[in-house]
């Protein structure tokens, strides 16, 4: 049997204490492209993680035995889908992305589902229009391009 090179798993609230070291600098990246550093600092996305307000995901290359990109999401509600349970996925970085952003997608819309979401929300890239399945549907309040996928639907 081969083993898998990518392999994806969520990370507990409490265990992200123990592998923020690795994660920080990853999610950095994702943060600065985003040029809005008062909105999502260190500290709150730490704390929102370590409370269970966001879910982090973890995408480990084996072959290389490392860390090689990081997801964070929460469920929210959001005023443009209103009575609506919103999975907004704010942050994804790390390198090989090709090889798992199809896995890393469907495993989040099953947990989106099963947490009764049926939108999910992404910010920034373009590329995830032709890759996921999002429409963009504007920009936020900070102009950073937002785009939507309804759960519910095949793509």
Sequence with gaps: ??????VLDGVL???VAGVWDKVWPITKRAVDRFDCPNQ???DDIAENLNAGKMQLWAIDDVLKNRLAAVAITSIINDKRFPGEVVFEVP?????????WIGD???VLKAYALSHGCKIML???RVGWTKV????EIGVNEDGIRVMARRLDEEH
């Design 91 to 99: 942050f994804v970085a790390g390198y090989g992305m090709k090889y």
């Design 122 to 124: 992404g910010y920034g």
């Design 13 to 15: 609230s409490h265990e």
């Design 104 to 106: 890393l997608f469907r």
């Design 1 to 6: 049997m081969i083993e898998p090179r990518w």
């Design 40 to 42: 999502f600092t260190e």
């Design 132 to 135: 996921v399945g999002f429409d």
